[in-house]
C-alpha cells in the first residue's frame, strides 16, 4: 500500500477528507484550566445522544453545511455514511433531538429537549453545533458534566471523537461504559469520576461555573476538580481519574494513537 499524500485529498468531498487528529489544536497538550462546561447531562447518556447515526435532515446543522457543499437534499444520506468527513460528522456531536442540557430551560424550569446549548458567560442559548463553533472561535477548552453510566450503547467512535474536536478535554461523570470510556482515551479526552457521593446535583452545578483539573495524573488516582463559582466562591472536589493501564496512551494527547499509525501512511 502506497502513502497518501497530503495533496491526494479531495477538497471539496463530503465523504472522505483527511482527518485533523494529529494536528491543530489536538496536537497541543490539554492544560485542563479554565474550563468551560458545554452540558450538562443526566444519567444515561448513550453513543447516539452523543453522536447519532440517522438520516441528516435539512434543517440540521449537517443538513445546511452538505447544502452549502451543494450536495442535494435527496443525497444528504445517514451520518454513519459521512464518518469519513470530520466537517459532516462533527456537526453530529450531541445532535439528537432527544437530549437534555441540563443547563437549558424552559421558563417553568424544567429542562429543555433538544440539541441545544448555552453559551458562556453570555448565557446565550442557541443550537448546540452553533455553541461548538462559538467556542471553537474563542479557542475556549471545554468539560462536559454527566451522571451514571455515560456512553453506553453501541461502541461508535465518532462518539468521543466528536466531543474531542468540539474543543472538551475532560468528562466528569458518576460512571462511563468501558469501551467509550477507552475511546475517550485514545482521543485525549480524560475521564474523571466522582467519588464520596458527590454529583452535579449535590454541588449544584448550573453550567455557570469555571473549571480546572489539579494533581499528578495516573492511574486509578485522585485528583482534584476545582470549581470557580460565577460570584467567586471556589470549590476543590475530590475525583477518580479513570484511567487504568492507557496512561500512556492519553499523555500521547488528543488523537496520540491516530497521529503515530498516520505518520507511516500519511506524510
Known sequence: ??????NNWREKSTYIR??????????????LKNLRPLAILP????????SPSNAIVKNSAAGEYLAKMGVPEEDFNSYATHRGDHLTAQRATLANPKLFNEMVKNADGTIKQGSLARVEPDGTVMRMWEAIETYMNRSQPLIIIAGADYGQGSSRDWAAKGVRLAGVEVIVAEGFERIH????????VLPLQF???QNRHTLNLDGTEIYAVQGEIS???????????????IEKVPVLCHLDSDVKTYKAGGG???REFASKFLS
Open 1 to 6: 500500500m502506497g502513502k497518501v499524500g497530503r
Open 18 to 31: 483527511r482527518p485533523p487528529y494529529w494536528e491543530g489544536a489536538l496536537a497541543k497538550e490539554c492544560e
Open 43 to 50: 444519567d444515561n447518556i448513550t453513543t447516539d445522544h452523543l
Open 181 to 188: 470510556r477507552t475511546n475517550l482515551v485514545g482521543m485525549g
Open 195 to 197: 467519588i464520596n457521593g
Open 219 to 233: 492511574a486509578r488516582c485522585e485528583l482534584e476538580l476545582v470549581i470557580e463559582r460565577k460570584n467567586g466562591d
Open 256 to 258: 496520540g494513537v491516530l
